[in-house]
């Protein structure tokens, strides 16, 4: 068994690698049937995938808050549309290459609300890059002066 494990984790299967291991451990191995055990073996490692990529793409998005869409609050004093803010959770502004300016008073959420949002799209499988208004407009300025502008936008997408 041993061999087994180091073999796939030698072929970068870490959550395949992870399952057995508990498997082994919880000593229900040898109750499974060949496909059901490579059904729990083979779900383990996407999960890890999926777990691993969701973690780079909010790694380098840079947000400013770790928030999510759970952690909004909708009472009536912050005078968020619910629907709204629900809508675009969903992440069909960008599919349909869409975009979202969020304005507001200082202090009143907006970056919170723009990285729940961010976050979302990282667990949708997006990459997200997060700038607040002055650091975008100095990298714009940047930019243009440098005539690159295509490649910046493209290296956002």
């Given at each position: 068994?041993?061999?087994?494990?180091?073999?796939?984790?030698?072929?970068?299967?870490?959550?395949?690698?992870?399952?057995?291991?508990?498997?082994?451990?919880?000593?229900?191995?040898?109750?499974?049937?060949?496909?059901?055990?490579?059904?729990?073996?083979?779900?383990?490692?996407?999960?890890?995938?999926?777990?691993?990529?969701?973690?780079?793409?909010?790694?380098?998005?840079?947000?400013?808050?770790?928030?999510?869409?759970?952690?909004?609050?909708?009472?009536?004093?912050?005078?968020?549309?619910?629907?709204?803010?629900?809508?675009?959770?969903?992440?069909?502004?960008?599919?349909?290459?869409?975009?979202?300016?969020?304005?507001?008073?200082?202090?009143?959420?907006?970056?919170f609300i723009a990285s729940a949002l961010g976050d979302r799209a990282c667990r949708q499988?997006?990459?997200?890059?997060?700038?607040?208004?002055?650091?975008?407009?100095?990298?714009?300025?940047?930019?243009?002066?440098?005539?690159?502008?295509?490649?910046?936008?493209?290296?956002?997408?």
């Open positions: 068994m041993e061999q087994i494990k180091s073999e796939l984790s030698g072929m970068r299967l870490s959550g395949m690698a992870a399952a057995l291991q508990t498997l082994q451990e919880s000593r229900k191995i040898h109750e499974l049937s060949f496909t059901d055990g490579l059904r729990i073996l083979l779900q383990a490692e996407r999960d890890q995938r999926q777990s691993n990529r969701y973690a780079r793409l909010v790694k380098n998005a840079s947000f400013r808050y770790r928030a999510s869409m759970e952690e909004i609050n909708f009472d009536a004093s912050g005078g968020l549309d619910k629907n709204l803010i629900l809508s675009l959770a969903n992440g069909s502004y960008i599919r349909d290459a869409g975009s979202i300016l969020i304005t507001g008073a200082t202090g009143c959420g907006k970056s499988g997006y990459s997200v890059i997060y700038f607040g208004m002055q650091k975008l407009l100095s990298k714009l300025k940047i930019v243009r002066i440098e005539g690159v502008a295509v490649r910046f936008f493209e290296k956002l997408a």
